[in-house]
């Protein structure tokens, strides 16, 4: 009787838990949208940018509703990333989101500032404006970086430790369970797989011809000629597997394209195709790095070149002339200010890269299925 009732409040708790941080998450969502509305409020009214022209008791004024602002973003942002990292984080293609939004704070806020708002020759709450939207940006990176790089963990790793295609949607095989002692070889013939049962094999003339499967067409998962001959002994007529290849009964009525489809949906091709993403993605993985440990240097003089030619763009849009203080703002002036900004915006790039690549990888092999 204990148990029951403690797997109930567990699960309550489990709820009361979850509703929590979702409320918690809600909420900080909505205070950080209000404090960036303010700080992008006082920055295009030109307030912030009039700042060194007001009164004393003013500049106090605004400069203190800068700072509570940015330190509401900050706290705002912190407890909205914590939240929803606790209520998703099985669901590791968050990390992107977090990517994303970090991009934008710390990168694309600053920008628009620096460029489109009201500047003067006086000194400005500028760069206080830009630094708290970089902080918070840089919060949302953490756990981004965290997803970013468990989701490519896990599309490697998946493809050891679960069948990474849905049985319930093959047509042949579907309710086939593995044998208890399969033979289990890497990249191996349809008989060398575990799905193949002993008794058919035994007879099989695939099998005997030594080929596989979805080379001839036909197998035993596909075409019920093959499990008849199989059963009645009829497979394995010579020792020479190029004599028995005669002996592979070939479906004449199928077009190639029908022969492949059903290689398309049958658990023994599926599952080889499962074990060619497991030797493709780690050598995608190890490619992906050999090429950024290589091209560093490179990448880096790409990046602030990219970085120099969005500055040029955008500043085309700007409303008044850049001043000095406002030019040292610019992003690629705040990439090479610090290496270690320089690299962590390669290594985001490479994961993301390296993300993509392995969902291209995952689109030929799991759904286009060559």
Same mark, same amino acid.
């Given at each position: 009787m204990g148990r029951p009732v403690r797997s109930f409040r567990a699960r309550k708790t489990a709820e009361m838990l979850q509703d929590l941080l979702q409320l918690v998450g809600v909420v900080s969502a909505v205070g950080a949208v209000l404090a960036i509305a303010y700080l992008l409020w006082g920055v295009f009214s030109g307030? +912030?940018?009039?700042?060194?022209?007001?009164?004393?008791?003013?500049?106090?004024r605004v400069e203190q509703n800068v700072?509570?602002?940015?330190?509401?973003?900050?706290? !705002?942002?912190?407890?909205?990333?914590? !939240?929803?990292?606790?209520?998703?984080?099985?669901?590791?293609?968050?990390?992107?989101?977090?990517?994303?939004?970090?991009?934008?704070?710390?990168?694309?806020?600053?920008?628009?500032?620096?460029?489109?708002?009201?500047?003067?020759?006086?000194?400005?709450?500028?760069?206080?404006?830009?630094?708290?939207f970089q902080q918070a940006g840089l919060l949302c990176l953490v756990p981004g970086i965290i997803f970013a790089v468990l989701d490519v963990w896990m599309r490697v790793t998946s493809g050891y430790f679960r069948e990474m295609f849905n049985r319930?949607?093959?047509?042949?095989?579907?309710?086939?369970?593995?044998?208890?002692?399969?033979?289990?070889?890497?990249?191996g013939k349809c008989w060398q797989l575990p799905f193949?049962?002993?008794?058919?094999?035994? !007879?099989?003339?695939?099998?005997?011809?030594?080929?596989?499967?979805?080379?001839?067409? /036909?197998?035993?998962?596909?075409?019920?000629?093959v499990i008849l001959q199989a059963l009645e002994g009829k497979g394995a007529p010579s020792s020479d597997p190029r004599q028995n290849v005669r002996f592979i009964p070939y479906n004449r009525h199928l077009s190639e394209e029908e022969k492949r489809e059903r290689c398309r949906n049958c658990i023994i091709y599926n599952y080889r195709q499962q074990q060619k993403y497991q030797v493709?993605?780690?050598?995608?993985?190890?490619a992906a790095v050999t090429i950024v440990v290589n091209y560093a240097q490179q990448a880096q003089q790409l990046l602030f070149q990219v970085l120099r030619t +969005?500055?040029?763009?955008v500043a085309r849009f700007a409303f008044l002339p850049s001043s000095g203080e406002v030019q040292y703002m610019k992003i690629e002036?705040?990439?090479?200010?610090?290496?270690?900004?320089?690299?962590?915006?390669?290594?985001?790039?490479?994961?993301?890269?390296? !993300?993509?690549?392995?969902?291209?990888?995952?689109?030929?092999?799991?759904?286009?299925? /060559?």
């Open positions: 307030m +912030v940018s009039s700042w060194a022209t007001l009164p004393p008791a003013e500049r106090l700072d509570i602002a940015g330190r509401v973003l900050l706290i !705002s942002t912190a407890a909205a990333a914590a !939240s929803f990292t606790l209520l998703y984080i099985q669901e590791t293609t968050i990390g992107y989101i977090f990517l994303l939004l970090s991009a934008l704070l710390a990168l694309g806020a600053p920008l628009g500032i620096i460029h489109l708002a009201p500047q003067g020759r006086e000194p400005t709450l500028l760069p206080a404006v830009v630094v708290a319930a949607n093959l047509q042949y095989g579907a309710n086939v369970a593995r044998e208890s002692q399969p033979t289990n070889r890497l990249l193949c049962r002993p008794s058919i094999r035994k !007879s099989c003339p695939i099998y005997h011809a030594r080929r596989a499967c979805w080379r001839e067409g /036909v197998g035993c998962m596909c075409e019920e000629r493709i993605a780690p050598v995608v993985i190890v +969005v500055d040029n763009f002036s705040l990439a090479r200010s610090s290496e270690f900004v320089a690299w962590m915006m390669i290594g985001i790039i490479a994961v993301i890269f390296v !993300s993509y690549i392995l969902r291209i990888v995952e689109y030929f092999i799991f759904q286009l299925k /060559v």
